[in-house]
């Protein structure tokens, strides 16, 4: 469902008509591409996590737009995942400063009583789209 989100907030950004429905694009679209992309990312940073913190905090950050790839640019999930290291790996830091953002605000969703995550996870769902614009460039062909 992340896939679809993130396509609604790309159509959004692209200033092109999104619909409720758009959220649920990632069962239809790349289901299988969305799936393995969150399950191979989730589990090599996992176990990135349990054998030494941090490189399971590179990898987390590295393949933070691998999703929206597969969605945006009709990509398998493992070049997905090598091209948003790759391009995460120049702009690593401020990526991490955005996850921590992220992971903020998504805390403060947290203690307004669950309701809030809700809200604070679209806003940060949203400003991982307007980065991953910013870092991989407008489309101007968009296949959403």
Known sequence: MIGGLYGFFLKKIRHQ?????DIFLGFSVAFMPLMLTSLISGILTGLGLLLCILPGIYLGVSWIF???LVLDRKMDFWPAMELSRKVVSKHWWLMFGLAIMIGLI???GLLG???GVLVTIAI?????MYAYEDVFGP???VSI
Do not use: Q
């Open 66 to 68: 691998s999703v929206a």
């Open 139 to 141: 489309r101007t062909v």
């Open 124 to 128: 940060a769902e949203a400003s991982l």
């Open 113 to 115: 009583c669950i309701i």
């Open 17 to 21: 008509p999104a619909s409720f429905a």
């Open 106 to 108: 998504a805390l403060l």
